[in-house]
């Protein structure tokens, strides 16, 4: 993948992220309703922070290989 590849991953998972985010936030406000959804959404905010965490580490490594090679 090139830098600019990465970089367009790690603005969609962001994105993402927020809107894990934030159901993560809605459901924790609306408890005691709908509780027994809890682990559903927060294994889904989970894997996309996990997600985005390793895709971050990828487009770091990628820009300090490409300024290496300039």
């Known amino acids: 993948m090139t830098v600019e590849d990465l970089e367009k991953r790690v603005k969609k998972l962001s994105m993402r992220s927020?809107?894990?985010?934030?159901?993560?936030?809605?459901?924790?406000?609306?408890?005691?309703?709908?509780?027994?959804?809890?682990?559903?959404?927060?294994?889904a905010t989970y894997e996309v922070f996990k997600e985005l965490t390793e895709a971050r580490?990828?487009?770091?490594?990628?820009?300090?290989?490409?300024?290496?090679?300039?």
Do not use: R
């Open 18 to 43: 927020t809107d894990a985010k934030m159901n993560l936030h809605d459901l924790a406000e609306e408890l005691p309703t709908d509780w027994q959804k809890i682990p559903e959404v927060a294994a």
């Open 57 to 70: 580490k990828e487009l770091k490594s990628a820009k300090k290989a490409a300024e290496e090679s300039a």
